[in-house]
């Protein structure tokens, strides 16, 4: 991440959130924040102000690692030429119902 | 209104017009927050108070039984009649103001909702049940604050301690008591506000001595007069902005 010395902004938090007990963490958005406990906070007040979520995850946005753009063709493109690693490549056998 | 509904209607305008006008306060700050963040935890908080005086509200008008409705009473009556206490009406003043005011004001209601909840009335204990979450949550909100700001910078310290010293003065009104908190108390429908006072003292001086603010001295001048309708010069300004649209168009809706 650059550093911005001259920045007024706090630092950038991730916020999850997760909508029921057992459902998975999902990404909200993002909040500005000094600290942990007020990241929490204002991500409480961002985005669960109408109760929709059960529990909230702060993330310092640095703590992120995403790959750069330019690694799409070796990430994510060999998975996709191979067709038998994709479920549609398998036939049914007979009297197998799908849900 | 006989006897008991006289001063149950007192009571609740107390408890409806504290939370309206801190609400009111609050929502000045709508668009004007320190950051997008701030700006939604005080309109939410505004909203949660708001929420409140409108339960409290309503029931008053049904005590008092003269068709009256929270609109009516919220919209229609002049400072006199208002009885919100001192504290909140005081002006926002800087952020660390405004972070003090509801500070105290929170620690108040967090306290006092806590022994409504258990009010032989059952509407004011189920509006108090209801509130003490939100209320939780504001104290929580208010006091992280007073930690950074008293426990922050030099400016941050001396603007917050300031506005300790400004405001110390309003905070003996929240407990003061008359006849109609004698009566209820005896009724087991009113909070005994000396019972809260020792618990709401304790509870700041925790926040603002590790906030390394001073406590002012116990001795300090008192302003009271909330309980009988006397005010600050700020709450006619409050009452003009927040009545001019119903006053110039009666009746007016969305």
Redesign the interface.
Known sequence: MEENNNST??DLWEVFTQKRTGAPHEHAGS????DK??AL??A???YS?RGEAINLWVVPSEAIVANQPEDVGNFFEPSNDKIYRHPQFYKLPKGVELE | MDGINKVLFEYCLRLGDSSLIAGQRLAEWCGHGP????D??MT?MSLDLIGQARTFLTYAGEIEGKERTEDDLAYLRDTMEFRNVLLVEQPNGDFAVTMMKQFFFSAYLFLLYKELSNSKDATIAAVAAKSLKEVT?HL??TS?WIL?LGDGTDESNKRTQDALNDLWMYTGDLFDMDTVDAELIKAGIACDLNKIKQEWQAMITEILTKAKLNIPSPDTWMMKGSRTGKHTEYLGYILAEMQTLQREYPGAKW
């Not at chain 1, 909040?31 to 000094?34: D, I, K, Q």
């Not at chain 2, 950051?35 to 701030?38: F, W």
């Open positions: 902004q706090w909040v500005h924040a000094p406990e007020m906070q204002n409480r007040d961002v102000r | 950051i997008l963040e701030e939604i935890a939410n949550y929580r909100h992280q950074r």
